[in-house]
């Protein structure tokens, strides 16, 4: 991984990416804070919102935003502070409604953020074993953030009262955006410039829905998503109904869950160097079904705490080779737009999960439901492997009948006759089908 740390553009990238994702992390628990000083009882529910609104910002901002043309350091810049002003907006609120807004608002920007960060990390390391090692350090400063967020804002509370803990994210944004400024991003050719406006915008989806690994990616996802929901929603029922512990047992079986997935974040860089991304997504997500089935059987914490580190480490294990598919599906002028439709949909996974996982678990209580889960997860995960066919490769023999003999795109590649020929397939506006496999 050290190498990776040698361009200092990813230092500084990475830099800005930990404390914003620590701002996060501060603001999501100083809205629970706030959700009980407003809702009391009903805290749950509030907090329930907060989580629908942001999944819908991602939902419905990520595709747009990729269509939206500004230069990239400019438009890193900008968002942090966007959000360091806004959530300094929390404070001064006073009704659930207002909040919520500005949650909109916070995680608009973030998702934004996300897919041009995604973006700028695969135009800094065009080579892809450095693209998949920074991708892995990436996921690992999320995992952190889950461990690290809640010992930060435990400390910081002995400092300052509940309210001002939105101060602090403050600062973590500005910081954030004060580090972006020493940032050199590689020239993007001509070539690579996406398309404003909304069909830019639309452009990531048309070539999702018709890519094959990429439809296999969103069952994926969801296989993904329903059974780390479980882990999510469900630790403190298990730990705090099942098995009678105090809260901060639910706190260590987060950690377990997070140092699970910051170990696979460092290891699945150099185990997708021996195995295919499909193998290793599918292995992934098989492993974390089949422990969300189990969870029912869990005797009691000590058994809980490798099974939640498990989890993690299968979570990570599934997200870091798909960054990986998505760059191997693009153009480079297709690749924000791309990159943005993957945020997009893998939060529309994660509302399904949400809503799936907290229903049913509701409605027939954690063990009973997480068998369900697990073979809805297995099912997912069949869909995976059935759309994406085992022998992937990166270039396709096509044909073009659309286009006249004397084509220039026709001399690309390796020519086979006629208007056929074979390069490496991603869709665009010169193939705009994927070719059925040829006899």
Request: with cysteine; proline share 5%; net charge positive.
């Amino acid at each position: 991984m050290s190498g990776i740390f040698t361009e200092r553009a990813f230092r500084i990238l990475f830099g800005a990416q930990t404390l914003g994702l620590l701002g996060n992390g501060v603001t999501i628990v100083g809205l629970s804070y706030f959700a009980y000083s407003v809702a009391g009882d009903r805290a749950g529910a509030v907090i329930g919102l907060f989580y629908i609104t942001k999944m819908l910002a991602f939902i419905t901002i990520a595709p747009l935003s990729s269509g939206i043309r500004i230069d990239r350091k400019s438009a890193l810049i900008g968002l942090c502070l966007f959000r360091a002003a806004v959530v300094l907006l929390l404070p001064l609120s006073d009704s659930v409604w207002q909040a919520v807004l500005v949650v909109l608002l916070i995680h608009s920007a973030t998702a934004a953020f996300v897919p041009l960060m995604q973006t700028v990390l695969s135009q800094i390391f065009p080579d892809e074993a450095r693209f998949t090692r920074a991708v892995g350090m990436t996921r690992l400063s999320y995992s952190m953030e889950q461990v690290a967020s809640p010992i930060i804002v435990g400390a910081l509370l002995f400092m300052v009262a509940p309210p001002n803990l939105f101060f602090v994210t403050a600062v973590g944004f500005v910081l954030a955006a004060l580090v972006l400024t020493r940032i050199r991003l590689p020239q993007v050719p001509a070539t690579a410039q996406q398309r404003a406006g909304l069909r830019g915008a639309l452009r990531g989806i048309r070539i999702y829905s018709r890519t094959p690994r990429l439809r296999a990616l969103v069952a994926a996802d969801l296989a993904v998503a329903c059974a780390a929901a479980t882990v999510f929603l469900n630790t403190v029922v298990i730990v705090q109904g099942r098995f009678g512990l105090p809260e901060h047992f639910t706190a260590i079986a987060y950690g377990a869950f997070g140092c699970g997935a910051a170990a696979s974040s460092l290891l699945t860089p150099r185990l997708l160097d021996r195995i295919s991304d499909r193998s290793a997504i599918l292995a992934a997500g098989t492993s974390m079904a089949v422990l969300t089935i189990l969870q029912y059987l869990l005797p009691g914490f000590a058994a809980l705490l490798p099974v939640w580190f498990l989890m993690g480490a299968g979570y990570s294990l599934a997200l870091i080779p798909a960054a990986r598919v998505v760059r191997r599906s693009s153009a480079p002028e297709a690749l924000h737009h791309l990159f943005a439709a993957q945020v997009m949909q893998t939060h529309c996974c994660w509302l399904v999960a949400y809503l799936v996982v907290g229903f049913s678990s509701a409605a027939f209580g954690a063990d009973a439901s997480a068998p369900a889960l697990g073979l809805f997860s297995l099912l997912c995960l069949a869909a995976t492997a059935a759309l994406w066919p085992a022998r992937d490769p990166e270039e396709l023999a096509h044909s073009h009948d659309d286009l006249p003999a004397d084509h220039p795109h026709l001399r690309e590649g390796i020519v086979i006759g006629g208007t056929r020929h074979s390069h490496r397939f991603v869709i665009d506006d010169l193939h705009r089908r994927w070719p059925a496999p040829h006899p």
